[in-house]
């Protein structure tokens, strides 16, 4: 065991007479101590035979009285041992589990929600506990522990992003090294009414044009029925109420029907043309069961869908671009030009005769694609339009590259326009 004092004796005699023994003789009723002799060097070594705790009142200090001696002769000493505390003993709460009582989610910031102490057995500054909050049980830094032990809201809470709070609180003593102790509280939240209803999906529901009214309006391939959820607790959530703004309930376009049952029919009243209006926004307001009733209004936007009741007719376009010592990248030149109202039509695009090779044409998409280097000139040529239903339109295109000289680049020069004010008049 460790060594706790080194002692020296002398005595003049020689051989065995000088050999000296050494003991603990009182002040130690618990044998912490023993003594080991050096009798040919007239030494003693103190050592500690058991371990100590400072803890304990009655082992922080020691009045040893201690023996040297001879065949015939001895001598006493009185040796005072202090011991100094070591940071042996980490903090400890109890309880360290804390279940509090539910509270709501909107409990104001800075609102006291618990006290935790934690004690430690050691002394001094091992015995001095710093408490905060484990990072990984509040990632947020919605709580905060002050240093008396209070737990604070820090941040505000939802309830429906956490419903219930498991926070790790950690006192750390001053030892060195420092031990540390932990305590768990759990912190339930109520619901309060803060979330108003939503659309279940996002609708997006088609009536297509030149269909004669009334017919209900489909919300997705499955269903006509337009529905709500709401994140809050059942008992802040259905069963909802449906309705739109006053300037909307006697529309002569849609018809909202509350079916009482947490869903709601939507039904187009007349017969519609895309090419007149292609959206409506209805406002939808929904209500929820809370008490008071969290109310929202919500956009749905219903589209009207294209039919092919247009022909489409033959276009010209005249296109210009530039070239520079003959060199032009791949460059779209945009889509081939055939009016037509509709614009849901699936058309075809195909050359008409005789085509330059510098030029692609998607035949899907219309646009015209003009390869790098093409050589400067006019070209001319036509496009035939296709959409199955009408007869086909033939376009034509005219191209013109022109080659860029170096003088017109070297003696270019930049232009701003700016909106200048006309007096008398507003911009």
């Known amino acids: 065991m460790s060594k706790v004092l080194e002692l020296a004796a ?27 002799s050096h009798k040919q060097e007239q030494r003693g070594t103190l050592r500690l035979k058991k371990r100590l705790d400072y803890e304990r009142h009655s082992e922080q200090r020691f009045n040893l009285t201690l023996k040297v001696e001879d065949l015939d002769f001895s001598s006493l000493l009185h040796c005072v041992v202090e011991v100094e505390d ?22 104001s910031v800075g609102t006291s929600v618990a006290r935790l102490v934690a004690s430690d057995s050691d002394s001094g500054q091992n015995r001095d506990i710093t408490y905060s909050l484990s990072e990984d049980s509040d990632p ?10 209070v737990l604070s809201v820090a941040r505000p ?21 420092p031990l540390t102790g932990s305590a768990t509280v759990q912190l339930p939240l109520l619901d309060v009414n803060d979330n108003g209803p939503e659309f279940e999906a996002a609708y997006s529901p088609i009536v297509f044009e030149n269909v004669a009214g009334p017919q209900v309006v489909r919300m997705n391939q499955t269903s006509t029925l337009l529905r709500a959820v709401d994140q809050d607790s059942p008992e802040n959530g259905p069963p909802f109420h449906f309705t739109v703004h006053s300037e909307y309930r006697h529309s002569n376009d849609f018809y909202l029907q509350d079916n009482l049952n947490g869903t709601a029919t939507l039904t187009a009243l007349r017969t519609f043309d895309r090419e007149r209006q292609k959206e409506f926004l209805i406002p939808i307001i929904m ?45 779209v030149l945009g889509k081939i030009y055939s009016p037509d109202p509709d614009d849901w039509d699936n058309k075809t695009y195909v050359f008409e005769g005789h085509v330059p090779s510098y030029f692609i044409l998607n035949k899907r998409t219309g646009f015209l694609i003009i390869k790098e280097n093409a050589p400067p000139g006019t070209y001319q040529f036509q496009v035939r339009v296709s959409d199955g239903v009408w ?3 033939v376009s034509t295109v005219t191209v013109h590259v022109r080659e860029l000289r170096d003088e017109a680049i070297y003696n270019s020069g930049s232009l701003r326009l700016a909106v200048l004010g006309i007096p008398g008049r507003s911009n």
């Open 140 to 149: 947020d830094g919605l709580f905060t522990i002050d240093q008396s032990g």
């Open 287 to 331: 209500s929820d069961s809370g008490r008071p009733a969290k109310t929202v209004t919500s956009t749905l936007t219903v589209t009207i869908g294209d039919q092919n009741d247009h022909a489409h007719v033959a276009g010209e376009k005249k296109i210009f671009i530039n070239s520079h010592r003959g060199r032009m990248p791949t460059t």
């Open 391 to 393: 007869p086909d339109a």
């Open 157 to 177: 809470l939802d309830r429906e992003r956490i419903p219930q709070h498991h926070l790790v609180v950690i006192a750390m003593d001053h030892g060195v090294p």
């Open 10 to 36: 002398e005595d003049r005699d020689t051989g065995e007479n000088a050999q000296l023994t050494f003991s603990v003789v009182a002040g130690d009723q618990e044998q912490k101590f023993y003594m080991v």
């Open 86 to 107: 070591y940071n042996d003993h980490a903090p400890v709460f109890i309880p360290h589990f804390l279940s509090l009582a539910p509270l709501p989610e909107d409990i």
